[in-house]
């Protein structure tokens, strides 16, 4: 992971190229690996996450270091709306009215009112 972003493997815009080589320039490189072995063995949460009676939306970009379909097959495992925004790993991030827009939809859905 480290050595793609080093080299820019999905290309980002030079301001976000910059400001992540510097993060991963303060952060352990053991650290980055702990978080890559903790994703490996995350327990597997999908029955509960599926029974919850919550609105679930999985969002991703459709530039992201993970195939789309692993989203969108999880997304129909626990039953939550899936969603593709035109940007890379970061949606909140890059797309943040979308996102907020797509939320605010899904919990309407829901029953969730914020105005309560």
């Not at 952060?27 to 949460?45: C, F, K, Q």
């Not at 029974?51 to 097959?73: F, I, Q, T, Y």
């Amino acid at each position: 992971m480290i050595w793609g972003v080093k080299k820019n493997f999905i290309p980002a815009p030079p301001d976000r190229l910059t400001f992540v080589r510097a993060r991963f320039g303060l952060t352990r490189r053991d650290s980055v690996g702990d978080m890559i072995g903790a994703m490996m063995r995350h327990p597997d949460l999908r029955t509960q996450l599926k029974s919850a009676p919550v609105p679930k939306l999985v969002m991703v970009g459709e530039h992201d270091l993970w195939r789309r379909e692993e989203h969108a097959a999880f997304a129909q495992r626990i039953g939550a709306d899936f969603v593709v925004y035109a940007t890379g790993h970061s949606p909140c991030e890059f797309t943040p009215h979308q996102v907020t827009r797509d939320l605010i939809s899904l919990y309407r859905r829901g029953g969730v009112d914020g105005d309560q």
